[in-house]
């Protein structure tokens, strides 16, 4: 069993940054494949960023990338994700999730454990 919990959502203007984390427990964290998803009003909730316990292995959607990166840090039991450049558009509660799986990494189905979500809310 994995306990997530995510921080570091909050209220940014346009062009502005934020950095969300995502607090891991129980087992052995750096095994796990870890992703970045957003559900924004209305919306199904869409994959954000992933990185394998390498860290070369990191993937992003096409609407994050060159603004988004996902990063981990395995001593401390903790994946981030630095989203630079906002847009309103990526208002949405943000949802971490870890999955032992080596397929359906892009999408929700693929995960095994989530955390509670945290909103993210970008002003024009």
């Known amino acids: 069993q994995v306990q997530l919990v995510e921080s570091g959502g909050g209220l940014v203007q346009a062009g502005g940054s934020l950095r969300l984390s995502c607090a891991a427990s129980g087992r052995t964290f750096s095994s796990y494949t870890m992703g970045w998803f957003r559900q924004a009003p209305g919306k199904e909730r869409e994959f954000v960023a992933r990185?394998?316990?390498?860290?070369?292995?990191?993937y992003y959607a096409d609407s994050v990338k060159g603004r988004f990166t996902i990063s981990r840090d395995n001593a401390k039991n903790t994946v981030y994700l630095q989203m630079n450049s906002l847009k309103p558009e990526d208002t949405a509660v943000y949802y971490c999730?870890?999955?032992?799986?080596?397929?359906?990494?892009?999408?929700?189905?693929?995960?095994?454990?989530w955390g509670q979500g945290t909103q993210v809310t970008v002003s024009s």
């Open positions: 999730a870890a999955t032992e799986r080596l397929y359906n990494l892009g999408v929700i189905s693929g995960y095994d454990y």
């Open positions: 990185i394998g316990w390498s860290v070369g292995s990191r």
